[in-house]
């Protein structure tokens, strides 16, 4: 598995670092307020599960798992809803966290399914944002990890197709993996 990956983009010392910073600030920010962390599957969880630790309010998690249709390293913009959330959002303070922010369209689509349903609030944190590759503007990202360049990105919850979620780090693929999975 390692030895797929061209470099390390973000290490887990650094990743730990980050998580219990945004996770000091989330607890600042919402304190006394009623709040769940809505998470997308799959990329998100591993980043979720480390945040909420990171926490110290009291918070509800809940998942959806929605995908996108076209090409495994692409974004086409049409997405379905596999699973919806469990509970009602309404008047509840509502804190989307994400693996990474690419073009923005995935985002946007979840964003505007959560908005009809009258939340208190609506904000995202995202660990990692690809902005170079954004078509959509004036996403309420609240909360970001880190910055990373036009490239493919794997690890820590990120995958490219379905696999090297569980690397500890985030690291970028080597391109003759891509070239072998398109030749
Ligand atoms: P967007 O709609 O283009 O912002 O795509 C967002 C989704 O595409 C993310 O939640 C990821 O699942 C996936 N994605 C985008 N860039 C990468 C990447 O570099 N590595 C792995 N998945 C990615
Ligand atoms: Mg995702």
Excluded: W
């Excluded at 006394?32 to 998470?39: A, M, Q, T």
């Amino acid at each position: 598995m390692h030895e797929d990956i061209e470099k390390t983009l973000v290490s887990e010392v650094e990743i730990a670092e980050k998580v219990a910073e945004l996770g000091f600030n989330i607890s600042r920010d919402y304190e006394g307020k009623d709040v769940v962390l809505v998470n997308v599957l799959k990329g998100g969880v591993i980043f979720l599960a480390d945040l909420v630790r990171a926490i110290d309010i009291p918070i509800t998690i809940d998942f959806m798992a929605i995908t996108s249709y076209g090409a495994a390293s692409q974004t086409s913009g049409v997405v379905r809803v596999l699973k919806d959330l469990d509970e009602d959002i309404e008047g509840r303070h509502v804190l989307v966290v994400e693996d990474i922010i690419d073009t923005g369209l995935t985002l946007g689509y979840l964003l505007k399914n959560l908005r009809v349903r009258g939340p208190a609030s609506l904000s995202v944190c995202t660990l990692l944002d690809k902005s170079a590759r954004r078509l959509l503007e004036d996403l309420p990202i609240k909360y970001k990890g880190f910055d990373v360049p036009d490239q493919f990105v794997v690890g820590y919850g990120l995958d490219y197709r379905q696999k090297y979620r569980n690397l500890p780090y985030i690291g970028v693929l080597k391109p003759e993996i891509y070239q072998k999975a398109t030749s």
